[in-house]
Nanobody, 123 residues
């Protein structure tokens, strides 16, 4: 049974940091391209960041470049998203996703999705 379980969300003040985790099971994690997406209130789901199976290649949305860092630990079947300098517009439900197609921001190309974790940036 495939599972992607996100954790680490919460309420943080503008300028603060959070680290999200996504624990994977039920598939060969190290063979999949992993990404983070987010969906804010009343908005479409949007790509945030992606990472190759080896961890050597990453891709970021322009809105988070320089502030967020995606990483993975294949030995622990876990991917991470370090979020710094958070802004109110980063408020959203964050989802991890796994797919075979690399370097894609198209959510339809991803096979597996987590249930999401809420991130709220507010003073």
């Amino acid at each position: 049974q495939v599972q992607l379980v996100e954790s680490g969300g919460g309420l943080v003040q503008p300028g603060g940091s959070l680290r999200l985790s996504c624990a994977a099971s039920g598939f060969t994690f190290s063979s999949y391209y992993m990404s983070w997406f987010r969906q804010g209130p009343g908005k479409a789901r949007e790509f945030v960041a992606g990472i190759s199976w080896s961890g050597h290649s990453t891709l970021y949305a322009d809105s988070v470049k320089g502030r967020f860092t995606i990483s993975r630990d294949n030995a622990k079947n876990t991917e991470y998203l370090q979020m710094n300098s958070l802004k109110p517009e980063d408020t959203a439900v964050y989802y991890c996703a796994a797919g075979i197609v690399t370097n894609t921001a198209d959510p339809s190309k991803y096979h597996y999705w987590g249930q999401g974790t809420q991130v709220t940036v507010s003073s």
